[in-house]
């Protein structure tokens, strides 16, 4: 029997490098079921390396990533199996990218997005499919009316709702989120953010969200991670880090944003 | 008071902030804070504007950093040092126990102050009907007249969203509640319910640590007084 205090994902000593150019080096992290965990830091500062890192999308120059899999098994992810990472990326975690159109077939319609996931987790009746597209658009306050309309007839705010629902719609433990609301104007943020902050509360999610927005970190996430050249600068709670922050970087990131 | 047990315990806490856009200027705020509030009472923290008592309770929270000394909280038969408790340590303790109230509401976009209430109920273990009857119990107490309730509080005036941000602190029966201030800008029929709601607290056994700016809310409500400026540091500006 695994200890239910097992982190169902960790990393040790993470660390990759591009040629000479460091993208991350020696990084930390557990995280639990419930637990949403901020990546700050300014770009080039290795955020997005590392979530490529913890996803199993790239390999690291050294250090490990492991993954409490759905048996209950830790494993170390690039042990794992071709099928095995497979079922990772269709079934128990789900990517929330910054552009909408890396994570949506722009030709297909917005419930056949969603149904694509499904049936790569072998759904198979198509009244079913639909029905549970049509709830999750409903979900992610997309008028079920246009379900058979395509992702280019969505404004940016829609594209990155419709993206979120064909992510969560297989009730993955773990998401990925890079700048979810990066690149939408700041009302259709608040709305986004608000909609992100009740689906991860009501399905007890663990995600990773990296994010150049304090103001994001703050409402999504309870932890924190501050990244420099790299580096982990700091890290702990978000209030914590945002409200007295230690280190020299992070008091200058803080200060240098209006209220966060 | 020998059988008082101490829910919250400050042995010797200490904090300094550094400033380093300031070149590092040194500021210590709090020196050797060594005190105790018992369960089934209010403590109230006295002292002069700037001797340190929001970064008590921001510390006891956990959102301020301890540089020194241990916090002990003590709730449903464990004790944890807040001083050197991991992240998700403070987290689970603020889900189960550990709640606070300061002056300010942090708005969230687009929720309704119902919603707010009952997300807080629901979090510390209401089921979801009791958290809303529990929500609506409190902003009708709070005198929130229903109109507002389908607005989001951005737009509500700075008491209205003070007795929000009150609704939620009491929505969940916490253990240990942290009150910075809630009453500041309420007036005088508001501050009663404030205070009406504290003895419910401590009437239910919990731990309430406050600072309270009215004398009226602070004689009523408070079963012991620590005067905080035992504790600042005689080199503070
Ligand atoms: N995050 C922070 N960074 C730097 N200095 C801080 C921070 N928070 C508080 N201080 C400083 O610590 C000192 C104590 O402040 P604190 O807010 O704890 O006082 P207080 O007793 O609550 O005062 P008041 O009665 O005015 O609310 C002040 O000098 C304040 O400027
Ligand atoms: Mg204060």
Same mark, same amino acid.
């Given at each position: 029997m695994t200890p239910i205090h097992q982190p169902l994902l960790s990393a040790r000593t993470l660390t990759h490098l591009y040629g000479h150019r460091v993208g991350c080096i020696d990084v930390d992290l557990d995280l639990y079921e419930g637990e949403v965990l901020a990546v700050v830091g300014e770009s080039g500062s290795g955020k997005s390396t590392q979530l490529s890192l913890l996803s199993a999308q790239m390999e690291p120059t050294s250090g490990a990533v492991a993954y409490r899999m759905t048996d209950g098994v830790t494993r170390d992810l690039v042990a794992l199996s071709q099928a095995e990472r497979r079922f990772l990326m269709r079934t128990d975690w789900g990517f929330v990218h910054q552009d909408a159109r890396d994570g949506l077939h722009m030709g297909v319609s917005a419930g056949g997005n969603v149904g694509e996931r499904l049936m790569a987790v072998g759904w198979r009746h198509y009244?079913? &499919?639909?029905?549970k597209a049509s709830d999750w658009l409903g979900r992610v306050e997309i008028d079920e009316s246009r379900i058979d309309d395509f992702p280019t007839q969505f404004s940016g705010g829609m594209r990155q709702r419709l993206q979120i629902a064909k992510t969560l719609v297989t009730q993955p433990r773990l998401v990925f989120m890079d700048e979810p609301t990066g690149g939408l104007d700041v009302s259709v943020q608040a709305r986004l953010l608000d909609l992100l902050r009740g689906l991860v509360t009501d399905l007890g999610l663990a995600a990773v969200v990296v994010t150049h927005d304090l103001a994001v970190a703050r409402l999504l996430s309870s932890r924190m991670m501050v990244m420099r050249g790299g580096r982990v600068i700091e890290h702990g709670l978000t209030d914590q880090l945002l409200d007295d922050p230690r280190e020299p970087?992070?008091? !200058? !990131?803080?200060?240098? &944003?209006l209220q966060a | 008071m020998? %059988? $008082? =047990? @101490?829910? +919250?315990?400050?042995?010797?806490?200490?904090? $300094? =902030?550094?400033?380093?856009a300031q070149g590092g200027v040194r500021l210590p705020v709090v020196k050797n804070a060594t005190f105790a509030a018992p369960r089934a009472a209010c403590t109230v923290l006295a002292g002069a504007s700037g001797s340190g008592k929001s970064s008590i309770l921001k510390m006891i929270y956990g959102s301020y950093r301890c540089d020194d000394g241990q916090i002990l909280? $003590?709730?449903?038969? /464990?004790?944890? %040092? +807040?001083?050197?408790?991991s992240p998700a340590r403070i987290l689970k303790l603020r889900a189960s126990t550990l709640g606070y109230v300061s002056q300010f509401l942090r708005v969230i976009p687009r929720i309704g102050a119902p919603d707010i209430v009952t997300a807080a109920a629901r979090e510390g273990g209401l089921n979801g009907m009791d958290a809303r009857e529990r929500a609506s119990l409190l902003l009708t107490r709070l005198n929130i007249p229903e109109r507002l309730w389908s607005v989001p509080p951005a737009t509500f005036s700075g008491? /209205? @969203? @003070?007795?929000v941000n009150i609704a939620r602190g009491f929505a969940a029966p916490h253990a240990v509640l942290l009150l910075d201030e809630p009453t500041a800008s309420l007036d005088a029929e508001n501050r009663a319910v404030v205070v009406q709601l504290i003895s419910e607290a401590?009437?239910?056994g919990a731990a309430i640590l406050g600072v309270f700016h009215d004398d009226d809310v602070r004689h009523q409500a408070a079963d012991h007084i620590v005067n905080v400026a035992a504790f600042s540091d005689p080199g503070a500006p």
């Open positions: 009244g079913d &499919i639909r029905a970087y992070t008091q !200058l !990131l803080v200060s240098s &944003i | 020998s %059988d $008082t =047990f @101490q829910a +919250i315990e400050l042995r010797a806490v200490s904090k $300094t =902030f550094v400033l380093h909280v $003590t709730a449903g038969g /464990e004790r944890v %040092d +807040i001083a050197l408790a008491g /209205e @969203q @003070q007795r401590k009437a239910g």
